[in-house]
Structure formats: C-alpha cells, structure tokens
C-alpha cells in the first residue's frame, strides 16, 4: 500500500496567524478546553443580518448559553429564543427584554407558562390541543406560532417526530385559538439541524403557505412564519454557504407568498457559534486490540461525555486536526470514560500522521455549538468542559 503524506486543510477553518496565537494561549493549559472567539460570533451575526434582512433574528441560545455570547449578541440587537425558564431566568438576568424573547419549547409546564407570561414574554410557540389550553389559561392574549411537523431529511443531526403537528391538526388549532382568548400569530418549523439540503425550507414553506390560505378563509390571518434553525456549520461534509441558503429561501418565501412577505423569524443556534469554537485535546493512549489488527484505537482525553455528543451515530463530523507532519494513518478514535459508547468515529476513520504520539495535541473545529452545553457534571469525575473566551 502507497503511503501517503498527511494533510489537513487547516485554512480553511483558521488563519496561520490566529492558529499561532491559539497554541501560544493553550500550550500550558491543561486538556480538554473549549476555545470561544467572540469576534466570530459577531461576524457570523453580522453575516447573517446582510443576508437575510428579510428575517428578524431569534439566537436558540440552547448551542452555546455563555453569558459572553448572549452579552455579544444582545448587543448586536438579536432576539432570542428561549426554551425553558431557566434560559428566560438567564436573559433576563443578561438585560435582555422580554419583548426580544419568543418561548420556543413546545414542551411547558403550565407554571413556566404562568412564570414567563408574568415576566412579560408575549409570543409563545405550541403545537397541541393540550398546550394551548394551558396557554390559554395562564398567558391570555399572547402571540401564538404553531409548529409544523417535518421530516428533517438532509439533516445531520434531524430534529424530527417530536416536535411539531401535522397540519391537519395544526389548521384545528388555529381555528380554536381566537376561541380561547389569544391570538394566532404564525407558523414555525425546524428542518433539522445542520440541513444540507436546502429544498427542505421549500417543503416547509409550501405547507405553512398552505395553511396560511386555509386560516384566511375562515378569516383568520396569520402574520409571521418562522424558519426555524437549521443553518449550516463548517464541518468534514461540505454545505452551501450561507449566501446561497439565504438567496434559496428567500426565493422560495418569494414564490409562495409574493412580494408581501409576512414577519419572518429565524432561529440560528449551530451556524451562529460552531466556527467559532475550537477545542483543544490531549492524546491519551494509542493502542492496538490485537497484533495484526489493521487499526489503531486513539483514545483522546475528550468524548461523547465531555462534550462531543454529537459524534452519537457519528452524526456530526468535526474536523480533526494534529499538528505533525507524516504519513497519513486511519484510525479508530475514542474518548476517555468507562463506558464503551464512548467512541468518537469508528465507521468513518479519520486519519493522522503516523507520527503521532501519546501526549500530543489534536485540535477540534467547528465546536463551538452544543459541546460545553452538553457536557456531563461529573461522568467518571472528569469536570464539565472548561472554556476561554480569546
Ligand atoms: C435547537 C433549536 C434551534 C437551533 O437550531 P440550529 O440547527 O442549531 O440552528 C432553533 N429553534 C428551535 C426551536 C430549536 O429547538
């Protein structure tokens, strides 16, 4: 077998220079850590805004909820979504005002309605009968959406079956909002997280356009459509960049519902903060199962416990990177607890320099979304993810 030299595309996830600064300001730090640059959350913000000024922006603060983040993004004038009181308790406690925030869990219980309404949230989403008497009784007159159902095709990390109606059920609801004292605002839905196929928002949009026009007959008239999240990340599996989402959907919300847009609402979380996490690794071991097996088992002092959650099915690919040069080797990688699910990649392999060795570093990109927020307390002892902000 050839041996080929390895090679990663560093540059397309840092620049030379600010990945010279990263391994100056980890090299005595002790792994594994998250590091946040808050002037690329502002970017990816700013990005945002240019290319979808159709869309008023709601930040699912569940991707990255440091207060930092929230503070960066306040101040940028987003909105947010938030999807429990203790997210609301946050906001708040950040200055964000309750007319900026949407209630965005379909999932409530009657006291966190009660609780949010009297902290002055106004717009809630839902997509049950049982929700909306609950709503009904203890937020009158606020602002309701109504999620539909998708499939979540395309995604790599889907978000289907458990949320949302279909909307049979979802045009019923409508009809009985006005009935019970708050008003029928909108439509939502989610078309899964780090969607690659952006024909999904058409889809979406299509059926949302279609209850518009069933609610309007019998005289009720919706006012805004919410697209949920979503948006892509740069991970191993190439996306279209968001440009070309941004140009898709409007096009799709152009044809379906002409130049009279309705309010539009988006709720980024992944594609507002994963570049701009990198998180920073120790090689732990590096083993063999048997003599002539063909791979080794790299085993990192990170896993699925410590952050990297959404390596479960091996959904989500971060790029790798290990700053050796050699030839390139396929590998089997693992995390660091007892428990054996604790496997990062084992169908997909990811290559190395053969040169690596235990005590090295790896570098993790694109971890900036649904990493520190997802890491145990205490699984096998190892602390949640520590993070620095640069
Ligand atoms: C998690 C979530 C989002 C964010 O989705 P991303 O794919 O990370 O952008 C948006 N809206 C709702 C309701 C969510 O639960």
Known sequence: ???????????????????????????????????????????????????????????????????????????????????????????????????????????????????????????????????????????PGSRVFFRILTESEGADWPLSRKFGAHPDLIYQLILKTQKLGLEPYGLSFHVGSQQRDIGQWDNAISKCKYLYVAAAEKGIHLKMINLGGGFPAKYQAQAHDLETYAKEIRRFLLEDFGEKLPEIIIEPGRSMVADAGIIVSEVIMISKKARFNQYKWVYLDIGKFGGLIETLDECIKYPIFCDKKGCAEEVILAGPTCDSMD?????????????????????IFTTGAYTQSCSCVGFNGFPPLRSYLI
Not at 67 to 84: H, I, Y
Not at 98 to 122: C, F, L
Not at 343 to 363: D, W
């Open 1 to 139: 077998m050839k041996k080929e030299p390895y090679t990663f595309p560093l540059e397309e996830f840092v620049s030379k220079e600010d990945f010279n600064k990263i391994k100056k300001f980890s090299h005595d730090k002790e792994t594994p850590f998250l590091i946040v640059d808050l002037q690329k959350i502002e970017r990816s913000y700013d990005e945002l805004v240019e290319h979808m000024r159709f869309a008023k922006i709601h930040y699912a603060l569940k991707a990255n909820p440091m207060d930092e983040v929230v503070l960066v993004l306040k101040n940028k004038g987003s909105n947010f979504d938030a999807a429990t009181v203790y997210e609301l308790d946050q906001l708040l406690r950040l200055g964000v005002e309750p007319e900026r925030i949407s209630y965005g869990n379909t999932i409530k219980k009657e006291k966190d309605i009660a609780y949010a309404y009297e902290k002055g949230v106004r717009l809630f989403v839902t997509d049950s009968e049982s929700d909306l008497k609950k709503l009904a009784r203890k937020a």
């Open 343 to 363: 496997i990062l990649y084992e169908h997909r392999k990811y290559s190395f320099p053969h040169t690596m060795k235990e005590g090295n570093r790896v570098y």
